[in-house]
């Protein structure tokens, strides 16, 4: 599975931004798929999470009410929407594939990550 980030962007706090993730590869449907984020100077961070068919979704508790993730198995897309957003939002976003989880090391396919800057 490919990976392929995007929709990152400078937006002032309180705005909004989609972001999508574009998989090929025909096994899409079978995984889990994460975003995770890395601020500068930090470690890579859980986001949220959707299971394979979607019945599921897990969010980090900085993010809970705030972002939304989803995915269009016919598509071969996942999307974070985020509003409200904070200036400490503001790093590298990855899209992942893999099993349904919180931790980084689980998932087994990423994408080379969309910047996004929230300024105060």
């Known amino acids: 599975v490919q990976l392929q980030a995007s929709g990152g962007g400078l937006v002032q706090a309180g705005g909004s931004l989609r972001l999508s993730c574009a998989a090929s590869g025909r096994t899409f449907s079978s995984y889990a798929m994460g975003w995770f984020r890395q601020a500068p100077g930090k470690e890579r961070t859980f986001v949220a999470a959707?299971?394979?068919?979607?019945?599921?979704?897990n969010y980090a508790d900085s993010v809970k009410g705030r972002f939304t993730i989803s995915r269009d198995n016919a598509k071969n897309m996942v999307y974070l929407q985020m509003n409200s957003l904070k200036p400490e939002d503001t790093a590298v976003y990855y899209c992942?594939?893999?099993?349904?989880?919180?931790?980084?090391?689980?998932?087994?396919?990423w994408g080379q990550g969309t910047q996004v800057t929230v300024s105060s």
């Open positions: 959707i299971r394979w068919s979607g019945d599921r979704t």
């Open positions: 992942a594939a893999g099993p349904f989880g919180v931790t980084d090391i689980r998932y087994n396919y």
